[in-house]
């Protein structure tokens, strides 16, 4: 299966997310589910990461398989990210993606964060590639993500 083809990523949380129900009450979110990234996403994450990033991505073997030039470029991606503001983009997007709130994401349990990169790589086959080179799945949630077409 092409992975850049799918239309939905679900992720199981290993940490439910608390949120507020249809009759106000608390209620928990047991997993996200992510739908492919439209234009408006790849642009959003490309004003975030700057257009060397997203270019290296699409066009460079050297990502693939988790080489020394892979580690550096997703290494300097994440520094990128590492501002606040950077940071509330990305979780914008995510949120988008999965129609939740800034919020929901922001209470996502850092266990599960590894699962939720994972799924989000998965419609950028390239990236995905990348962060799969650099660790393995922390969570039982990383290694159940489920890919729907």
Do not use: C, W, Y
Request: no cysteine; charged share 20%.
């Amino acid at each position: 299966m092409n992975s850049a083809l799918l239309h939905q990523v679900t992720v199981p949380l290993s940490v439910p997310v608390t949120v507020a129900g249809a009759d106000g009450k608390p209620a928990e979110r047991t997993l996200l589910v992510l739908s492919r990234p439209k234009v408006r996403h790849a642009k959003r994450l490309a004003a975030l990461v700057g257009s060397d990033v997203i270019d290296a991505l699409i066009n460079s073997e050297d990502i693939k398989g988790g080489s020394v030039e892979g580690r550096k470029l997703i290494t300097d991606t994440l520094r990128k990210l590492l501002s606040d503001d950077r940071l509330d983009g990305l979780t914008e997007i995510i949120a988008d993606l999965s129609g939740e709130t800034a919020a929901v994401i922001d209470d996502v349990d850092a266990v599960d964060l590894p699962a939720v990169a994972m799924a989000f790589a998965g419609f950028f086959p390239a990236l995905q590639s990348a962060l799969a080179g650099l660790s393995r799945p922390t969570s039982p949630s990383a290694g159940d993500t489920t890919l729907a077409q």
